[in-house]
């Protein structure tokens, strides 16, 4: 009798044994090793932290930039996303003096705010952005209103407390001092998708839009989405690529699996193959996290 509740106990104690070791494992995935210099991982719906590389240093951003420009728009009051902005020749300028990706918006064309936040966000157009920029910021100048546009892009920033984010310019072409971090891009863009038109817009792979030509025709502006992850990442839902000499290549991004988002940045990857790897790699461990 004593024999077999030893025989007994023994057997569950192995049994528990096991079932404890093979919880442990699963509550501990391996930490991911990425190209990036700079990484940073977060459960959106807790906001704990779940991976950090150089979360905290300071990086040029590229057109990640853009997400603020965006945040910025959708936080005006009282904002008609159908107001009509006449696309202006300074523009098109920028874009040939900066030789900056474009949304192709053609002179003396009535785009509709919420069409330049497509012509923002999907093909990253500085162009957009500049007439953004050129439309709700303040001032009796071009110039003015661009300057105080970007006061409003770093106000917001402070809101959010990005403690290691500048801005100076509206579409991440920087004259010197724009950057961030990467758990201040996360939060940025944490904080962005609280918005239905800013989600709306950045899960879109494509769009056509028909806008009003300077003679009051119409024209139809095609925009794909330069975020490939929409289409090679099951439940991607987001955010915004970046690229530049300074910047290398960079991805705010964010996923939706079951109940679970995640939302994270890389900043600096050496090319779009690894920034694809390295974002692919933060968020499998995001959600086994």
Request: hydrophobic letters at 40%.
């Amino acid at each position: 009798m004593r024999r077999a509740v030893t025989v007994a106990v023994t057997t569950s104690a192995v049994l528990a044994g096991g079932l404890f070791a093979g919880q442990a494992q699963a509550a501990a995935p391996p930490v991911p090793s990425i190209t990036a210099p700079g990484g940073f991982v977060m459960n959106n719906g807790t906001g704990a932290a779940l991976f950090g590389k150089a979360a905290d240093t300071r990086r040029s951003t590229g057109s990640t930039t853009k997400i603020m420009t965006a945040k910025v728009v959708l936080a005006q009051r009282g904002l008609n996303l159908d107001t009509k902005v006449t696309i202006d020749k300074a523009y098109s300028d920028y874009i040939v003096a900066k030789n900056a990706s474009s949304a192709r918006l053609i002179v003396g064309d009535k785009v509709t705010v919420r069409q330049l936040l497509y012509g923002l966000m999907l093909p990253s157009g500085c162009d957009a952005a500049y007439a953004l920029a050129d439309k709700f910021g303040t001032g009796t100048t071009r110039a003015a209103r661009v300057k105080s546009f970007i006061g409003k892009m770093n106000d917001e920033a402070r809101k959010l407390g990005m403690r290691n984010t500048h801005f100076d310019s509206f579409d991440g072409i920087s004259n010197g001092s724009n950057y961030s971090t990467p758990r201040d891009l996360t939060k940025l863009a944490s904080s962005a998708m609280k918005d239905a038109t800013f989600r709306t817009v950045v899960k879109t792979k494509s769009t056509t839009q028909k806008v009003t030509t300077r003679t009051g025709g119409y024209r139809n502006m095609a925009w794909t989405n330069t975020n490939k992850l929409l289409s090679t990442y099951s439940g991607a839902i987001g955010v915004k690529t970046g690229s530049g000499p300074q910047a290398k290549y960079c991805l705010v991004f964010a996923a939706t699996r079951g109940t679970k988002t995640v939302v994270g940045a890389v900043l600096g990857a050496p090319n779009e193959t690894n920034r694809a790897t390295d974002v692919k790699k933060l968020l499998d461990y995001g959600f086994a996290k």
